[in-house]
């Protein structure tokens, strides 16, 4: 929660300061800035989200114009997912903030914690992945 707080992403109008964005568009945005549009299932897939909720996230981003959803050709049930130009320049601008930051940030710290944060961040990550949380993955009653 700390580190949520201090990031600034507890604002009411958004969850990434300064965009119009909530934190699963803003991964999406990231997720989508590809070649290749994807699948609404791909994108739940990669962000770990139910369909529903990734069809309401898709109505509202596109509402936004930062993406289009399009019948795919060949499986006309199928909808992919497009950056629009808006899209992908927020998620520039986006990822230039973070980046600023990140430097900022990193240029404050000790070697010694700079070197603790890329192994402690990257042992966190990796249980993270091997161990989901309870929420993630509830018991079936």
Do not use: C
Request: aromatic residues 4%; charged residues 30%; glycine residues 6%.
């Amino acid at each position: 929660m700390q580190l949520v707080r201090a990031g600034g992403m507890l604002q009411p109008e958004s969850a990434i300061p300064g965009q119009p964005v909530s934190m699963s568009q803003a991964f999406a945005l990231h997720e989508l800035d590809t070649d290749t549009p994807l699948s609404q299932r791909e994108l739940g897939e990669r962000l770990r989200l139910e369909k529903s909720s990734v069809s309401r996230m898709a109505a509202e981003m596109e509402r936004k114009g930062l993406l289009v959803r399009e019948r795919d050709p060949v499986n006309r049930r199928i909808y992919r997912l497009r950056l629009t130009d808006r899209g992908r320049a927020m998620h520039r601008e986006m990822g230039a903030a973070f980046h600023d930051s990140y430097v900022r940030w990193v240029d404050a710290m000790t070697p010694a914690e700079r070197e603790a944060l890329l192994i402690g961040l990257a042992a966190f990550v990796r249980v993270m992945r091997e161990q989901p949380a309870a929420w993630a993955h509830p018991p079936r009653v």
